[in-house]
């Protein structure tokens, strides 16, 4: 996994956590539609905008685990990791280029948009 000072974590590395069963929770914070369209297994899909009002339950999620975060690019689940952490969450990690970028280097079964 990414370091705790990172707030990152490429998609090798993540590809090398999922194949090692790491215990991690992988948050898909794109729209609903996003999701449907294309998705990292297995993965809990809460919208960026309504994070805030599902704080708790990301807490119980992620107790003791790393939570890392993927949107498209990796803009929004970077600017969710920075509030997360703000929260308290100090092991959420954003995935680096987002689900595009996994499309690309790890999986292309996963649609590109």
């Known amino acids: ?5 990172s707030y990152e974590i490429s998609p090798a590395d993540l590809a090398r956590s999922l194949r090692e069963g790491v215990p991690l929770v992988l948050l898909d914070c794109r729209e609903t ?6 998705r990292i297994e297995p993965s809990e899909n809460i919208p960026m905008n309504t994070i805030p009002a599902n ?5 119980a999620l992620a107790e003791g685990k ?3 975060v993927y949107c498209h690019h990796g803009v929004r689940s970077l ?3 920075a509030w997360l952490r703000r929260q308290g969450l100090d092991q959420a ?4 280029g987002g689900i595009d970028r996994w499309s690309l280097e ?3 079964s ?4």
């Open 1 to 5: 996994m990414a370091s705790p000072d």
């Open 33 to 38: 539609w996003e999701h449907s369209a294309a």
């Open 55 to 59: 704080l708790n339950r990301l807490e």
């Open 66 to 68: 790393p939570l890392v």
């Open 79 to 81: 600017n969710t990791v």
């Open 93 to 96: 990690v954003s995935l680096s």
């Open 106 to 108: 790890i999986d292309p």
């Open 110 to 113: 996963v649609p590109r948009y």
